[in-house]
């Protein structure tokens, strides 16, 4: 790491010395002779680098230097600022004058205190290494986006007896069971729990699944939120502690429920939020509410926390063979195309049986050897000092050799990652955003600096420093996370640098901390800037908005600041940040931004979330020339942009773009910026020329991913241009993902949609309000398109018009997973002609408002809604005969249902019925309904009693509901109504 920085600032001096400022403000001296005690000091660091796990007073040096380091940084950018800024008029400007003294100052000590430290590198021994470095961008190949999941070898008999307790054994028991995996951390305890999860068997037998990460944070509120959370209940986050409880116990009431507690820490004097007996009991009589066969997977390091929780005796995961090492050891070292030469495998072989029988450490050191191919290389593993430290365990030993091959770019993005809790998930786009920011990893020859955030987490990722990486279809976004044991690694590496502050109390300033996150705080202690007295902070970053809000004063004014990301009622002044390379805002009330924040010229990233208010962007925004990333989300009263965005060169993000009339708002200045991710234009009717809408490039823009064309936000101007020209000259580059068009005011579709040229690759399509278009493009041939949403179309027959399907090799809608069909009046069909293979993937469709929409045989939806039901639209739903969900809503005409409706639904596992104002009985065959466990009838108040037979044969239903429904309270009274007996029987009920 101290590498990496040093690297940094001689790259920084470099230009420095060579200005015309240097010269003129007398300091090139200066930078000449720190460059030479930099240079002095940078031959010896290899060496301290290797030494210091097992030297403190080492370790302690290189921490000073790092420091040094950091705030030499902070000199040299204000330095670079003042020089890009020096001119006749500029440099004689007193405020300037004193600020390059005052700066000159600043360079003087640090020369001097440069020269201590260097001094003090000969208390240790230390000698220059010239240490064979292959080119880091050789070594950062581009790897596929493809995530590979790593074979798991050896775990086949746990994942039975696992799998056997569950389906079995957890059935007889008339209370929760919960089954505790003790193992060491890194024997792969989360990826067994995950295995099981993840079986068909366990998903089949479980009406519920539920997957929680405790980690060291073991609290009623932290784990009820995290449920909700996970079973992605609306405003979770807003709810009390009381409130979280109740809805927790409504969703599990007789559920069959798996719920994995995943890595679960007893409490300890380090660990004050760790698991206890009294927190336990609390939480088991909320879980409780489940039906008879409800079981809890808990995993975990520690036996005492089994004897805690566990209704059974634990399952203690053992240490892998050598043999199964060595699998997944060679999965990484070779791949599936590299040679395993002989004399390659004998040392790897010795290599391995130093993994102390762990998967993490074997892939961890597969991947060290990933980039070596000589035995030269491989030998210097085996034989590696780190293999003798003191006081560390076999896996923690794997892991420091793998971080110390590392490049020195990788070790400081790796070590920067210990500011994130552990568990947490973290968003690639996002760290590549904070590596950026924080000068960790910048452009190269033939790569823009995002490719090389991209490949540096690759390379990370293919070493095992990251896992359980998961990405996004719809989002294109990427997630991973951190073993609890990388972890470690990370924040023993960067001790004092970076800090995650999760207590109450934020005064803890004294590690001099250089990245700080706050996270799972909900009271601010504090009643002065905490932070101030922080030498080079250079993070500030608030991750979780719906905490607190944070105080303008706890943010400090210092010019080190490079990354600033708040939630606030209003926004502090930025007037002193003239560093800040990242800006996020969430949450803030205003219209406007002020104007100063056009003075941020070093800024690359600014997010702008969640201003409810905020009407229009400073129009001196192009100020900021290095802005690459501009992300504007939820700030849905914004009307206007700022003029002349072709300015911004350097642009590679902008998520929203408004057309306006007036100049400087055209969309031919989006033309030469090369954009990517989302792209949202609205404002298409104030489009001036059919060349200005040509002029904006998107057919050129192939990283655009999402892009949003909409004719809202177009005022009341009429259109100089008509709808269908625009939206033929806006033709999109064929790699976009996702493609939504809003009030398309055209009667025709364009070219590119008919002949599918440029939608050949979507995922995605939403076509909104396009009120005046009698048909939808050839939507049925598009192979990859997983979601279809169409709405207010009301001259719309068929959703696929095409009839020219024939046989399975034609096979319509091959990959579509949702529909999404909403006020389509006239639409009769779903396809034209309809065939046997149609829809083979669907799982998910949704119809509101569709009274003419008969819908054809689909045997592999599983969840239907339907709103403003038909007679008619009713009938055609018993040809969905593999539904598991059926959700009925709203209809002023239906008396009774068809005859027949449900007689096929064998799989049927939940009814709801709301809404039916003239419903006077159900279906006489709800009752042959024999998978049914969850029914549930709201305001359908002529609904007078329910079928006569069969209720008592319906031995599935588990949790019946009935809400304002006034002549059922009578006849439904509990022990008293004359009905009564016909449901008696139902574990759960509730009739209000």
Same mark, same amino acid.
């Given at each position: 790491m101290a590498e990496t920085l040093l690297q940094i600032v001689l790259?920084?001096?470099?230009?420095?010395?060579?200005?015309?400022?240097? @010269?003129?403000?007398? +300091?090139?001296?200066?930078?000449?002779?720190?460059? &030479?005690t930099l240079e002095l000091i940078k031959a010896v660091l290899d060496d301290a680098e290797e030494k210091q796990w097992s030297n403190r007073p080492l370790k302690v040096w290189l921490q000073q230097l790092k420091r040094a380091m950091y705030v030499m940084d902070d000199i040299l950018d204000q330095l670079s600022t003042q020089s890009s800024q020096t001119g006749c008029l500029s440099?004689?400007?007193?405020?300037?004058?004193?600020?390059?003294?005052?700066?000159?100052?600043? %360079?003087?000590?640090?020369?001097?205190? %440069?020269?201590?430290? @260097?001094?003090?590198?000969?208390n240790f021994d230390l000698r220059p290494v010239v240490r064979k470095r292959s080119s880091e961008v050789v070594e950062w190949r581009q790897t596929s986006s493809t995530i590979a999941v790593p074979q798991v070898d050896g775990r086949d008999e746990d994942k039975k007896q696992v799998v056997e307790f569950l389906l079995s054994s957890s059935q007889s028991s008339e209370s929760l069971s919960v089954y505790p995996i003790v193992g060491l951390g890194g024997l792969g305890k989360t990826t067994l729990v995950q295995m099981v999860y993840n079986d068909q068997q366990v998903g089949n037998h479980f009406d519920l699944k539920i997957w929680v990460c405790v980690s060291e944070n073991f609290t009623r509120g932290t784990i009820l939120r995290s449920i909700l959370k996970a079973m992605e209940v609306d405003k979770y986050e807003r709810m009390d502690l009381d409130a979280m409880e109740k809805k927790v116990k409504e969703l599990l009431q007789s559920k069959k429920y798996l719920l994995v507690l995943d890595d679960v820490w007893k409490r300890s004097q380090e660990m004050e939020l760790g698991l206890t007996q009294d927190k336990w009991d609390e939480l088991r009589s909320i879980l409780s509410c489940g $039906?008879?066969?409800?079981?809890?997977? /808990?995993?975990?390091?520690?036996?005492?926390?089994?004897?805690? !929780?566990?209704?059974c005796q634990p399952h203690h995961l053992d240490r892998l063979s050598d043999d199964d090492c060595w699998s997944l050891f060679k999965l990484r070292a070779f791949g599936a195309d590299k040679e395993e030469r002989a004399e390659l495998v004998a040392i790897g072989k010795k290599i391995v049986k130093k993994c102390g029988g762990s998967p993490l450490a074997a892939l961890a050191l597969g991947g060290v050897m990933q980039s070596r191919s000589t035995e030269k290389e491989w030998l210097e593993v085996q034989n590696s000092e780190v293999w003798s430290l003191p006081e560390e365990n076999d896996i923690m030993r794997v892991l420091r050799l793998s971080y110390s091959c590392l490049t020195p770019t990788l070790k400081q993005c790796f070590a920067f990652c210990a500011i994130f809790p552990k568990d947490m998930e973290i968003e690639k786009r996002e760290l590549i955003y904070l590596w950026m920011a924080n000068g960790f990893i910048s452009s190269r020859p033939n790569l823009e600096v995002e490719e090389v955030g991209n490949m540096v987490w690759n390379e990370l990722y293919q070493k095992s420093f990251f896992q359980d990486v998961r990405a996004n279809d719809f989002s294109g976004k990427i997630y991973c996370k951190m #073993?609890?044991?990388?972890?470690?690694?990370?924040? =023993? +590496?960067?001790?004092?640098?970076c800090i995650c502050l999760e207590k109450l109390n934020l005064n803890d300033s004294s590690r001099n901390p250089h990245h700080i996150l706050f996270h799972g705080i909900y009271k601010i202690q504090s009643k002065k800037r905490a932070f101030e007295k922080a030498e080079s902070l250079r993070t500030f970053y608030q991750l979780n908005s719906h905490e607190f809000r944070f105080s303008s004063r706890l943010i400090p004014k210092n010019h080190s600041l490079r990354v600033l990301c708040i939630n606030d009622r209003k926004i502090p002044s930025l007037g002193s940040l003239s560093c800040l390379r990242y800006l996020e805002l969430r949450g803030l009330h205003m219209k406007s931004l002020p104007a100063s924040i056009c003075n941020l010229r070093r800024l690359e990233i600014l997010k702008l979330i969640r201003l409810k208010h905020l009407r229009r962007l400073p129009k001196h925004l192009t100020r900021m020339q290095n802005l690459r990333h501009l992300v504007i989300d939820d700030c849905c009263s914004l009307t206007g942009m700022f003029p002349e965005a072709h300015k911004l060169c350097d642009l590679r993000t902008l998520s929203i773009y408004i057309v306006r009339s007036e100049k400087g708002h055209s969309l031919a200045e989006l033309r030469d910026l090369n954009l990517g991710g989302k792209l949202s234009i609205s404002g298409l009717g104030n489009v001036g020329s059919i060349s200005e809408d040509e002029n904006a490039n998107l057919k050129g823009k192939q990283d655009l991913r999402e892009l949003i064309l909409s004719w809202s936000k177009s005022g009341k101007r009429k259109s100089v241009v008509g709808a269908e020209e625009v939206l033929e000259a806006l033709q999109p580059h064929s790699t976009l993902k996702l493609l939504t068009i809003q009030d398309y005011e055209g009667l025709q579709w364009?070219?590119?949609? *008919?002949?599918?040229?440029?939608?050949?690759?979507? /995922?995605?399509?939403?076509?909104?309000?396009?009120?005046?278009?009698? #048909? %939808?493009?050839?939507?049925?041939?598009?192979?990859?398109?997983?979601?279809?949403?169409?709405?207010? !179309?009301?001259?719309?027959?068929?959703?696929?018009?095409? *009839?020219?399907?024939?046989?399975?090799? @034609?096979?319509?809608?091959?990959?579509?997973?949702?529909?999404? /069909?909403?006020?389509?009046?006239?639409?009769?069909?779903?396809?034209?002609?309809?065939?046997?293979?149609?829809?083979? $993937?669907?799982?998910? %469709?949704?119809?509101?408002d569709c009274p003419k929409l008969q819908?054809?045989?689909?045997? #592999?939806?599983?969840?239907?809604?339907?709103?403003?039901? =038909?007679?008619e639209q009713l009938k055609s739903i018993s040809n969905l005969n593999g539904l598991n969900e059926l959700y009925l809503f709203d209809s002023y005409e239906v008396s009774?249902?068809?005859?027949?409706?449900?007689?096929?639904?064998? $799989?049927?596992?939940?009814l709801e019925i709301t809404y039916f104002r003239e419903l006077k009985e159900l279906p006489s065959d709800i009752t042959k309904l024999t998978a049914l466990s969850h029914l549930y009838i709201e305001d359908c108040g002529k609904l007078e009693c329910l079928p006569e037979q069969g209720w008592e044969g319906l031995s599935s239903l588990q949790y019946f509901a009935i809400a304002r429904c006034p002549m059922f309270?009578?006849?439904?009274?509990?022990?008293?109504?004359?009905?009564?007996?016909? +449901?008696? #029987?139902?574990?759960?009920? &509730? +009739?209000w």
């Open positions: 790259k920084n001096l470099s230009p420095l010395v060579q200005s015309e400022f240097a @010269a003129f403000s007398g +300091i090139r001296e200066k930078a000449e002779e720190l460059t &030479l440099s004689l400007n007193p405020k300037n004058m004193i600020h390059r003294r005052e700066l000159g100052k600043k %360079l003087n000590k640090m020369i001097v205190r %440069l020269d201590r430290i @260097a001094q003090r590198r000969s $039906s008879k066969g409800s079981s809890i997977l /808990v995993s975990t390091r520690d036996n005492h926390v089994a004897t805690i !929780m566990g209704t #073993h609890d044991l990388v972890h470690d690694l990370a924040q =023993s +590496i960067s001790e004092q640098e364009p070219t590119w949609m *008919e002949n599918n040229s440029a939608t050949y690759n979507l /995922v995605s399509l939403q076509l909104v309000r396009c009120e005046k278009c009698g #048909h %939808l493009p050839p939507v049925g041939k598009l192979p990859f398109l997983k979601k279809l949403f169409v709405s207010w !179309m009301d001259d719309v027959q068929y959703i696929e018009e095409d *009839e020219s399907y024939d046989g399975v090799e @034609a096979m319509p809608f091959p990959s579509l997973e949702e529909l999404h /069909v909403v006020r389509l009046r006239n639409v009769e069909r779903l396809m034209k002609r309809e065939t046997t293979h149609m829809f083979p $993937s669907l799982s998910i %469709l949704d119809v509101s819908l054809p045989c689909l045997p #592999h939806v599983k969840k239907l809604t339907v709103w403003d039901c =038909s007679n009774c249902f068809p005859e027949g409706m449900m007689s096929n639904m064998t $799989s049927l596992a939940t309270k009578e006849r439904y009274e509990p022990g008293r109504g004359e009905d009564w007996h016909k +449901i008696a #029987h139902v574990p759960n009920l &509730l +009739i």
